[in-house]
């Protein structure tokens, strides 16, 4: 491991088991370009469950992971003109990529072949980038974000990851004309933020979930206009070919026909959770109903500014559950059994420097 001047301390897992615990570490010097962040808050995102855990056989231990992250600048280099200290600022799911090639040219840096993690990535000098849980960190400024007045930093940071997650394809789908009917699969940390974004861009929202017991806070504390279950099939029946979109955030291996069949004639099935094993996707009911299936990663940072300035406007944040740092390792053991509501945000910025 590299050794930096800047200090650091976090929380780091360091095999399989995926248990995290203190781990001290070091930071790059703040460089012309970059902004220094103390963090105060990080999400809990499932993606740092499942890269703590190697589910996908691409983590390099030690991991620390988080990637929505919020703090406020402690130091700027030279060139940094957009950030001052003091500045409510966040980071997402990304700290750098090329800059030149064709779709960062397009502001679209999530899709950039070497484009570089917050996390369990090789930075450009070599060296592992370590996340937000952790109490400080140094990014490059164009992957910094500006926090909104009234977006709150402990409730906010789940957007960072979650929120544009659901936000980029809505918007690049065209799931934002008033009026059409939103299926949401899956209710957790990315799904209750599509809910809210689906209502302020005026669509009627229906919840599609596995867990009947949650569909009293979809409709009276989320907002959503309809519920189904989705392993009943009366709720299936009654609601066939009904949606114009549905927005599949569940990260579980699942089947794609039950969802289809919701679909109206040239639906669009968007699909951004992450299983770890292939779904099966049924052809026949695509074709006879002209139906697309899509996918889309997290957006690039102008359009993570865009959904950040979005949810200032329509006052939208994440509805979370605070946990202190030393709590995380049972909240992870919640998370896998979906026992959140609904996205467990860490105070790093009162409780990391006790463990």
């Not at 703090?71 to 060139?79: A, D, L």
């Not at 679209?108 to 070599?126: A, R, V």
């Not at 109206?264 to 299936?293: A, E, Q, Y």
Request: with cysteine.
């Amino acid at each position: 491991m590299a050794e930096f001047k800047q200090k650091a301390f976090g929380l780091a897992a360091t095999d399989t088991s995926g248990v995290l615990s203190p781990f001290h570490f070091s930071r790059r010097d703040n460089g012309d370009d970059d902004v220094t962040i103390k963090i105060l808050y990080c999400g809990v995102c499932h993606s740092d469950l499942q890269s703590v855990k190697n589910d996908w056989e691409l983590t390099q231990y030690p991991i620390v992971p988080g990637h929505e992250i919020s703090g406020v600048v402690t130091k700027i280099g030279n060139n940094v003109e957009k950030f001052k200290v003091g500045d409510r600022v966040g980071v997402g799911v990304l700290v750098n990529s090329c800059r030149t090639c064709d779709v960062c040219q397009q502001d679209l840096e999530s899709y950039c072949p070497k484009m570089i993690f917050t996390y369990n990535s090789t930075d450009k000098d070599g060296t592992t980038t370590y996340g937000g849980y952790s109490d400080t960190v140094v990014v490059d400024q164009h992957f910094v974000l500006r926090f909104p007045e009234n977006v709150p930093s402990d409730a906010g940071a789940p957007l960072l990851c979650a929120g544009i997650t659901v936000y980029s394809p809505m918007k690049y789908y065209g799931m934002t004309e008033a009026g059409k009917h939103l299926g949401v699969a899956g209710l957790g940390g990315l799904g209750h933020v599509a809910v809210k974004l689906g209502k302020a861009f005026g669509l009627k929202v229906t919840v599609i979930s596995t867990s009947p017991r949650k569909r009293d806070e979809a409709l009276n504390k989320l907002g959503a206009d309809a519920f189904v279950v989705s392993t009943d099939a009366s709720d299936l029946q009654a609601a066939t070919g009904t949606m114009d979109f549905i927005i599949d955030t569940i990260a579980a291996v699942h089947s794609l026909a039950p969802l289809l069949s919701l679909l109206k004639m040239n639906g669009k099935l968007v699909t951004v959770g992450l299983p770890d094993k292939p779904l099966n996707l049924p052809i026949f009911p695509l074709v006879s109903g002209r139906k697309m299936i899509g996918g889309s990663e997290f957006g690039g940072i102008k359009e993570t500014q865009e959904m950040l300035d979005f949810c200032g406007k329509h006052g939208i944040a994440a509805d979370i559950e605070l946990i202190r740092a030393d709590e995380i390792n049972a909240a992870m053991e919640r998370l896998a059994k979906s026992d959140v509501r609904y996205r467990f945000v860490i105070d790093i910025g009162n409780s990391i420097s006790n463990l």
